[in-house]
Every structure is written in structure tokens, then in C-alpha cells.
């Protein structure tokens, strides 16, 4: 039962344009989700967050946008650049103790994206 | 700031055999985590520590895997004996507070076991 979804195992998108990244959850006691980005041989590097009292969280060229109605996040980049290219992670963590950690990480399958010059 | 540290890199083995990780998070990281990521997949916790306790294990397959974490600093992981689907990267990761609002985490280490 996969509670954080990526339906898209890859994209493609031209340098300058933006990229979106998808992401849909079906817990609704998710209430803080986070976008890390993966280069091969490398382990997760952490690049935003937005907890479920927000429905928009910006940093630089990375937008996150919530939709808590639709159970839905997407991260925005703009403009894309080539060095953006990695394997996009989509994780939720429910702060409130529920059924297990506080604070664990569920993780999607992970979006790879490639910025093409 | 030195990041997480792991060691090794790359582990080959046998299966039935036994292995073990190494994990040196982030100085003053109360929280440590070992994840495993199969291929195709993100990351799945095995277990979370905040300093030396256990505070989730409920993913860790316990007839096969254990972790300690010595002094509430460094941790190992370890596999006896390892599966064929025991395949995967291991990463850990620490964080300074429970809530794993932003965890750093480490290069991994690539096991294959044969």
C-alpha cells in the first residue's frame, strides 16, 4: 500500500522552461512533506518543505505547492537548469504520533528528471 | 560541517553470510535513521533512534537485521544472514530533532549480495 505516489518515473524538460514534479498522498495525517533531490552515488540532499498549514512554500527557483483537498503536492522549477537533473524524492511525515514514528519519512518511488541544454 | 559519514561504500557478499554498516552522523544530531532503497524504489525507514533508544523499529526485519547505536553517536547496522533481496542501498541519515523536518543524510552503502 503505497501512501506516497510519483506517477511519473521520469521527465524531460528544456533549459529555461519549467519543470513540474507531481506527487499525491493518501494519508490524511500527513501534515509535512518534503522534496529531496538525488544525484547518482549520492544519498538524498533535502531542498523543500511545506507543512500542511500552508498551501505555497518558495525558495529561489523551487516552489512547492500544496492541495490539501486533493491530497496532492507538486514542486515547480524555474527556470530549469542542466545541473537540475537528478531523481526528485516526494516524502510526508505525520508530526502528530500516529500508529508509528513520529516523524518518519514515507518516501514515493522518485521522479527522474532531465534538463535538457 | 562535516556531513553524514558512512562506511563502506560498495559491500559484495555471499548469501548466508553476514555484514555490517557504519554510520557517523552529524555532530550534535540527537536523531539517526538507517533506510534501505531497493532499486526502483525510495527510500523505506528501518529504524529510527533518538540517541541510543529506539524510538521506531517496526519495519526492521528483527530475525535477520540489528542496529545499535553506541553512546548515542555513531550506529551500525548489521545482516545475518543476508538474503538475495537484501540487495539494495543502505542510507542513513540523522537529524537534530524528532520530527525529521530535514534530515541529512549520507552517500549509503551499495550492498549486492550473490
Known amino acids: 500500500d503505497q501512501q506516497v505516489k510519483q506517477n511519473s518515473p521520469s521527465l524531460s524538460v528544456q533549459e529555461g522552461r519549467i519543470s513540474i514534479l507531481n506527487c499525491d498522498y493518501t494519508n490524511s495525517m500527513f501534515d509535512y512533506f518534503l522534496w529531496y533531490k538525488k544525484y547518482p552515488a549520492e544519498g538524498p540532499t533535502f531542498l523543500i518543505s511545506?507543512?500542511?498549514?500552508?498551501d505555497k512554500n518558495e525558495d529561489g527557483r523551487f516552489t512547492v505547492f500544496l492541495n490539501k483537498s486533493a491530497k496532492h503536492l507538486s514542486l515547480h522549477i524555474v527556470p530549469s537548469q542542466p545541473g537540475d537533473s537528478a531523481v526528485y524524492f516526494c516524502?510526508?511525515?505525520?508530526?502528530?504520533?500516529?500508529?508509528?514514528?513520529?516523524?518518519?519519512?514515507?518516501f514515493g518511488k522518485g521522479t527522474k528528471l532531465s534538463v535538457k541544454p | 560541517e562535516a556531513g553524514v559519514a558512512q562506511s563502506p561504500r560498495y559491500k559484495i557478499i555471499e548469501k548466508r553470510q553476514s555484514v555490517a554498516f557504519w554510520c557517523n552522523p552529524i555532530?550534535?544530531?540527537?536523531?539517526l535513521y538507517w533506510y534501505q532503497q531497493i532499486l526502483g524504489q525510495g527510500p523505506k525507514l528501518l529504524i529510527q533512534f533518538q540517541n541510543n533508544g529506539v524510538v521506531d523499529d517496526s519495519q526492521l526485519p528483527k530475525d535477520r537485521f540489528s542496529a545499535e547505536r553506541l553512546k548515542g553517536v555513531d550506529s551500525t547496522l548489521k545482516i545475518q544472514p543476508a538474503k538475495l533481496e537484501d540487495s539494495a542501498v543502505y542510507l542513513c541519515a540523522s537529524s537534530l530533532i524528532t520530527l525529521n523536518t530535514e534530515a541529512f543524510f549520507g552517500q549509503g552503502t551499495r550492498l549486492t549480495v550473490v
Open positions: 511545506i507543512s500542511s498549514i500552508k
Open positions: 516524502a510526508a511525515s505525520a508530526i502528530r504520533n500516529y500508529g508509528g514514528s513520529q516523524g518518519n519519512l514515507i
Open positions: 555532530s550534535g544530531h540527537a536523531t
